[in-house]
């Protein structure tokens, strides 16, 4: 008589350790490639649609439709990764990118200008994608590692964002070689790389994390209903203060990020400033975005999330001033973009980590959804707004703006905080 098959014990802390080692490398590898998809695809979007649409207010709208579609797909990803584990939702993020960019080729070819921006909304499904696979970095992270292991998979993405959009001209090239239109190339390659991204997820992120780790907490995935992503999320919000104050903490970060952001290289071209200025002024703020994120990572880990959250605010503070204040500075423009960036990093690394830690595995893809929308959200919003401000007034006054903005919710967190300190560990 022949035994049955021994299960291995997935309990066990080697067998773990081994899983989420192979977890964090899958989601990296996954984060590059896909990143390398989004920054290609953005490289171009805004420059083909003012030429299709001979209007530059309308090219602005390219930024927008990507940020909304990363906004209206954080929650299908969420939805499909608390049914159907993390390789779920990660594939949907990628297939909805990919299917984006086919569209966008195609409306390019038509030189159709809406159709163009209806592909750019679902080319945002990579930027969903990338945002929840820091996510999926948490669920098997040991006790006091999560902030680490998420700004792994953050820091990933650096290179993918910096090798992009050089790779724009090259597959320009190559599409119109292979008899592609003009500028239909880097969305071709952008396909690509989706589909390597998901490829990528599919094969390699086995076994899926969430699903090891409601294995191990002895929790079954949510029942199929209507809506019921954004109530579970709700529900476990209000139960859980710590996850409600990381939710708006990264909110506010994002925003303040976007909005300083986008409107500098206006401010800079306003100036007097080069193309070659403002791309190394971009590049330093996006090195302060991801580069030192590991670090971030390890002192929220060490110090504990709320300080590095209100560590963010400060630096987001100091990044608002030196930008408000820097007139025709090139050089105090670029220090208050870095700070920009680094204050961003804490809020996104420290705030993601606290929100996982602080929600039950079952509810963590719900309301790590919620977190992503909302994010996607108010940049998109922090963007209109900045440009509003900029133009109705002025670059100062956005400084300021954005400066009294992250100060209340840096005093807010840091008030509740020690009203409530045991409601977070260090």
């Given at each position: 008589?022949?035994?049955?098959?021994?299960?291995?014990?997935?309990?066990?802390?080697?067998?773990?350790?081994?899983?989420?080692?192979?977890?964090?490398?899958?989601?990296?590898?996954?984060?590059?490639?896909?990143?390398?998809?989004?920054?290609?695809?953005?490289?171009?979007?805004?420059v083909?649609v003012d030429?299709l649409?001979?209007s530059?207010?309308?090219?602005?709208?390219?930024?927008?439709?990507?940020?909304?579609?990363?906004?209206?797909?954080?929650?299908?990803?969420?939805?499909?990764?608390?049914?159907?584990?993390?390789?779920?939702?990660?594939?949907?993020?990628?297939?909805?990118?990919?299917?984006?960019?086919?569209?966008?080729?195609?409306?390019?070819?038509?030189?159709?200008?809406?159709?163009?921006?209806?592909?750019?909304?679902?080319?945002?499904?990579?930027?969903?994608?990338?945002?929840?696979?820091?996510y999926?970095?948490?669920?098997?992270s040991?006790?006091?590692?999560?902030?680490?292991?998420?700004?792994?998979?953050?820091?990933?993405?650096?290179?993918g964002?910096?090798?992009?959009?050089?790779?724009?001209?090259?597959a320009?090239?190559i599409?119109?070689?292979?008899?592609?239109v003009?500028?239909?190339?880097?969305?071709?390659?952008a396909?690509?790389?989706?589909?390597?991204?998901?490829?990528?997820?599919?094969?390699g992120l086995?076994?899926?994390?969430?699903?090891?780790?409601?294995?191990?907490?002895?929790?079954?995935?949510?029942?199929?209903?209507?809506?019921?992503?954004?109530?579970?999320?709700?529900?476990?919000?209000?139960?859980t203060?710590?996850?409600?104050k990381?939710?708006?903490?990264?909110?506010?970060?994002?925003?303040?990020?976007?909005?300083?952001?986008?409107?500098?290289?206006v401010?800079l071209?306003?100036?007097?400033?080069?193309?070659?200025?403002?791309?190394?002024?971009?590049?330093?703020?996006?090195a302060?975005?991801y580069?030192?994120?590991?670090?971030v990572?390890?002192?929220?880990?060490?110090?504990?999330?709320?300080?590095v959250?209100?560590?963010?605010?400060?630096?987001?503070?100091?990044?608002?001033?030196?930008?408000g204040?820097?007139?025709?500075?090139?050089?105090?423009?670029?220090?208050?973009?870095?700070?920009?960036g680094?204050?961003?990093?804490?809020?996104?690394?420290?705030?993601?980590?606290?929100?996982s830690?602080?929600?039950p595995?079952?509810?963590?893809?719900?309301?790590?959804?919620?977190?992503?929308?909302?994010?996607?959200?108010?940049?998109?919003?922090?963007?209109?707004?900045a440009?509003?401000?900029?133009?109705?007034?002025?670059?100062?006054?956005?400084?300021?703006?954005?400066?009294?903005?992250?100060?209340?919710?840096?005093?807010?967190?840091?008030?509740?905080?020690?009203?409530?300190?045991?409601?977070?560990?260090?």
């Amino acid at each position: 008589m022949t035994s049955a098959p021994i299960k291995p014990d997935i309990s066990s802390p080697d067998r773990i350790r081994v899983v989420q080692r192979r977890t964090l490398a899958i989601l990296s590898a996954a984060q590059i490639v896909g990143g390398v998809g989004v920054a290609v695809g953005l490289a171009l979007s805004s420059v083909v649609v003012d030429e299709l649409s001979g209007s530059t207010v309308i090219s602005g709208f390219a930024g927008t439709a990507t940020v909304l579609g990363a906004a209206l797909l954080a929650l299908p990803t969420a939805k499909a990764s608390g049914r159907g584990g993390r390789r779920a939702g990660l594939t949907l993020a990628y297939v909805a990118a990919l299917a984006g960019c086919v569209l966008s080729v195609g409306a390019i070819s038509l030189r159709n200008w809406p159709l163009l921006l209806a592909g750019l909304v679902l080319v945002g499904g990579g930027s969903a994608g990338n945002l929840a696979a820091r996510y999926s970095a948490t669920d098997l992270s040991p006790s006091g590692h999560a902030a680490r292991h998420l700004s792994l998979v953050v820091w990933a993405a650096t290179i993918g964002s910096v090798a992009g959009p050089n790779l724009a001209k090259p597959a320009d090239q190559i599409g119109m070689s292979a008899g592609l239109v003009e500028k239909a190339g880097p969305f071709a390659f952008a396909a690509l790389a989706f589909a390597l991204a998901m490829l990528i997820i599919l094969v390699g992120l086995r076994p899926d994390p969430l699903k090891v780790a409601r294995e191990l907490n002895g929790t079954q995935p949510p029942a199929p209903g209507r809506n019921r992503t954004i109530r579970n999320a709700w529900t476990t919000l209000r139960t859980t203060p710590m996850a409600r104050k990381a939710l708006v903490m990264i909110a506010i970060s994002h925003t303040a990020m976007v909005s300083v952001m986008s409107m500098t290289p206006v401010k800079l071209h306003h100036d007097g400033s080069n193309l070659d200025v403002i791309g190394l002024v971009i590049s330093l703020h996006i090195a302060g975005m991801y580069v030192m994120s590991p670090v971030v990572g390890w002192l929220a880990d060490k110090a504990g999330k709320v300080p590095v959250l209100l560590l963010g605010m400060a630096l987001l503070l100091s990044a608002a001033i030196l930008a408000g204040t820097a007139g025709h500075r090139v050089w105090q423009v670029s220090t208050a973009l870095v700070l920009l960036g680094l204050g961003w990093s804490c809020g996104l690394v420290a705030g993601s980590a606290l929100v996982s830690e602080s929600v039950p595995v079952e509810s963590r893809p719900a309301v790590q959804g919620l977190s992503d929308l909302l994010m996607n959200v108010c940049g998109a919003t922090g963007t209109i707004v900045a440009g509003a401000i900029v133009g109705g007034l002025s670059y100062g006054v956005l400084g300021l703006v954005v400066g009294v903005m992250v100060t209340l919710a840096g005093v807010w967190l840091a008030i509740s905080w020690h009203r409530a300190p045991g409601e977070v560990t260090a």
